[in-house]
């Protein structure tokens, strides 16, 4: 059976550290975010899935543009499912604000998912869950959470904040927050955890 893992990857530094992972059974799709002006750049035209004006937990959030990506990321999980993929062998993940809209897409989705691979990032409309997440369907979703012990994008007390508000979404024993000596990046220990986190979310069948 073809199996699925949705990537958001944002950026090609993270491509070139998936490419060094991958499962040969599984198969990768990977989104790219549209061109958009955003405030946090001073209005520059760039990729980026929804618009920021900051990356702080208090910052003004742009909500239309997180649910329209949301939507947008739901509408290829719809696709994949009627091409004959189970929902449960879906994982959604990503980098940074990859990783965000990953983990408010899962929580948000009607889908039962097989988990959520977040890397150096938050959850979007944190103050809308749990009432967000709807009847929850994935409540009891894996999700492997990873950071930078010296970010200095989003910073490491917001990674913890995120950990500890996903504990109240759903199962907490489902969640796997591990830290990392870097910055806003990736490292080959950290690739090592997500490769072994989506074997074990997605074994051979």
């Known amino acids: 059976m073809d199996l699925i893992t949705l990537k958001f990857v ?3 530094a993270l491509a070139e550290s998936m490419a060094s992972i991958r499962l040969p059974y599984v198969k990768y799709i990977c989104p790219h975010a549209p061109k ?3 405030r946090l750049k001073h ?3 760039m990729p980026s899935w929804f618009d920021l004006t900051g990356l702080n937990p208090d910052d003004t959030e742009d909500e239309a543009g997180i ?3 949301a939507d947008c990321i739901k509408a290829i999980i719809e696709h994949e499912i009627k091409n004959g993929i189970p929902s449960h062998r879906i994982i959604l993940g990503g980098f940074s604000q990859g990783g965000a809209l990953s983990l408010y ?3 948000t989705c009607h889908h039962k998912l097989g988990g959520v691979v ?4 938050w959850l979007p409309l944190h103050k809308s869950f749990p009432q967000a997440a709807g009847c929850n369907v994935n409540k009891d979703i894996s999700i492997l959470q990873c950071h930078g012990e010296m970010d ?3 910073t490491l007390r917001f990674g913890v904040m995120t950990s500890h508000k996903l504990k109240t979404i759903i199962n907490p024993t489902n969640i796997k927050f591990i830290t990392f000596l870097m910055q806003h990046c990736t490292c080959k220990e950290e690739m090592a955890a997500v490769s072994n ?3 074990e979310q997605l074994p051979p069948v």
């Open 118 to 121: 977040a890397l150096s990032c």
């Open 10 to 12: 944002l950026r090609h």
């Open 67 to 69: 649910k329209k990506a």
């Open 197 to 199: 986190f989506i074997a």
């Open 152 to 154: 200095p994008v989003i």
């Open 36 to 38: 958009m002006p955003v």
């Open 43 to 45: 209005f520059a035209s």
């Open 105 to 107: 897409t899962a929580l």
